[in-house]
């Protein structure tokens, strides 16, 4: 068990998801950025896709009741084990009533903290991980929940206990984005756009998908797109040109076309930028020009 | 490539199916999803496409590719599945609404919606809610021009060419006509939810 003893910010549960379920309505969830949690999991001994905890731009206190193994990834947080600053990105021995607290992060938007043994909330279709659009997995973190915690892998404890890792953040160069199903909904100029523009991300941004706000992106066709099944990290482009990207909580099908998807690792740090941060895309893989545009049969 | 079917690319874990024929849609989502390999986590169908997404762990693109191209596009499995049936108490707050839009007595609404068949063409919005095709031309509407803040679980409601059971309380704007004591989704169930791509509807009068 694991008391929480303050939190500010939104603080959920996240594993790697629901996939599987699509059919029925059911978004895949899971952590927004998969990166840090498995590494978080990694450092603690789990399996990568253990349950932790996402903390979004907040401040956390918990206690152990046992001796735990504790590690924190994602933004980076300055932290404490009772008054003792320690380190993120490596193995944290966490003893029983002792307190580990988590500071705001300084940049980045999602801290990760995984305790051996992966947060052991019951599943619910096969993931422990809190869906926000559509409420399926447990209710939000609050103060004074208590979290049982599996019990740890056996054997030795993990081979790997410290990462060195740059802050995968948006200022690591541009996101890269393959070209998407509807790409031919657009013009060549629109992919130049989208390759060199750069966009800031607004504040209404949550899990379900990060909204940018920069160079137009206009359609070279008009009509209306019948919903079809989007995927995280999918660039949907409304007739606005503003475009979103959904992350882990999207909803299964969207309305608009998707003119490129990132790829999963370019998700995972746009899911670590803040409202008001800058972003770059660059186009990567086949079908980079208009000429061999997608659509092969 | 297997005919009638445009592959077209969605990241590194998913392509996307467009079916040019879009009766033909709910035949090849089923056979594609009653014999995915592994590695396949999600086939989704929607209007007129499919999303397919894989665990490039355990597959390839290509594997996915070709198998999408091996799967027969009909399946003769379901043919004889039996039509889902919904009892309705038809008592909605915009059944006279609709009838006046269409033209029609409330009676002759309640007809209609139980005269047709329903297929559900998909799913989404909220969990085990399913868009269900079939729905009388007469009764076809735009949706309400002020959706409503909730509506209560249960609800039976049209909108546009589809009418749908509402699976729990949430905001909608679709036309209300009436309500149904059935549980769509329910996760205390061993298949949660009541209606999957592809099933037959059909809505029955229950007496107010």
């Given amino acids: ?200 991300v607004t504040s209404d941004s949550n899990r379900v998908g990060v909204r940018l706000d920069g160079a137009a992106l206009t359609r070279s066709r008009t009509g209306e797109l019948a919903p079809e099944g989007v995927v995280r990290g999918a660039m949907q482009v409304p007739p606005s040109g503003m475009p979103m990207v959904f992350l882990s909580d999207h909803p299964v099908t969207g309305g608009y076309p998707v003119l490129a998807v990132l790829l999963p690792a370019a998700a995972d740090r746009l899911a670590q930028l803040r409202p008001g941060d800058e972003v770059r895309f660059a186009l990567v893989g086949p079908g980079r020009s208009a000429e061999d545009a997608p659509g092969s049969r | 490539m297997t005919s009638g079917v445009i592959i077209r690319p969605c990241g590194l874990e998913a392509v996307l199916l467009e079916v040019e024929d879009r009766g033909q849609v709910l035949d090849r989502y089923e056979a594609l999803s009653a014999h995915a390999p592994a590695g396949v986590r999600d086939v989704v169908p929607s209007q007129v496409a499919i999303l397919v997404s894989f665990d490039p762990a355990v597959t390839t693109l290509e594997a996915v590719v070709a198998w999408i191209g091996a799967v027969p596009a009909v399946t003769s499995s379901r043919a004889a599945a039996a039509a889902v049936q919904i009892a309705v108490t038809y008592d909605g707050e915009d059944l006279a609404a609709v009838a006046a839009a269409a033209g029609m007595t409330s009676e002759e609404v309640v007809r209609a919606h139980t005269a047709a068949e329903f297929r559900v063409a998909f799913c989404g919005f909220t969990p085990g809610f399913a868009y269900l095709s079939g729905l009388p031309v007469e009764l076809q509407l735009p949706r309400r021009s002020t959706p409503r803040t909730r509506v209560p679980a249960g609800s039976v409601a049209i909108a546009s060419e589809f009418s749908a059971v509402y699976p729990q309380a949430s905001p909608g704007g679709w036309h209300l006509l009436g309500r149904a004591d059935v549980r769509m989704w329910d996760l205390d169930r061993e298949v949660p939810g009541l209606l999957s791509p592809g099933d037959t509807v059909r809505f029955i009068a229950s007496p107010p």
Avoid: C, K
Wanted: no cysteine; glycine share 12%.
């Fill in chain 1, 1 to 200: 068990m694991m008391d929480v003893l303050e939190v500010s910010g939104l603080l959920t549960v996240q594993d790697l998801g629901r996939p599987g379920y699509g059919h029925w309505g059911v978004s895949p969830s899971g952590a927004a950025d998969r990166t840090s949690l498995r590494l978080a999991n990694r450092l603690v001994g789990n399996d990568e896709g253990s349950a932790a905890l996402e903390l979004t731009l907040g401040t956390l206190t918990v206690r152990a009741r046992s001796r735990t193994l504790v590690a924190i990834t994602g933004a980076p947080a300055a932290a404490w084990i009772d008054d003792r600053p320690v380190p993120t990105l490596r193995s944290l021995l966490l003893d029983a009533g002792r307190t580990l607290r988590l500071a705001r992060p300084t940049v980045g938007l999602r801290t990760y903290l995984a305790a051996s043994g992966g947060v052991a909330v019951p599943e619910v279709l096969g993931s422990r991980s809190t869906d926000t659009l559509s409420g399926l997995g447990p209710a939000p973190v609050q103060a004074g929940d208590a979290l049982p915690l599996g019990r740890p892998a056996a054997g030795p404890p993990p081979a790997v206990d410290v990462f060195t890792q740059r802050y995968l953040g948006g200022g690591d160069g541009p996101l890269p984005v393959l070209l998407g199903p509807r790409a031919d909904w657009f013009s060549a100029d629109v992919l130049r756009t989208l390759s060199s523009a750069s966009y800031r």
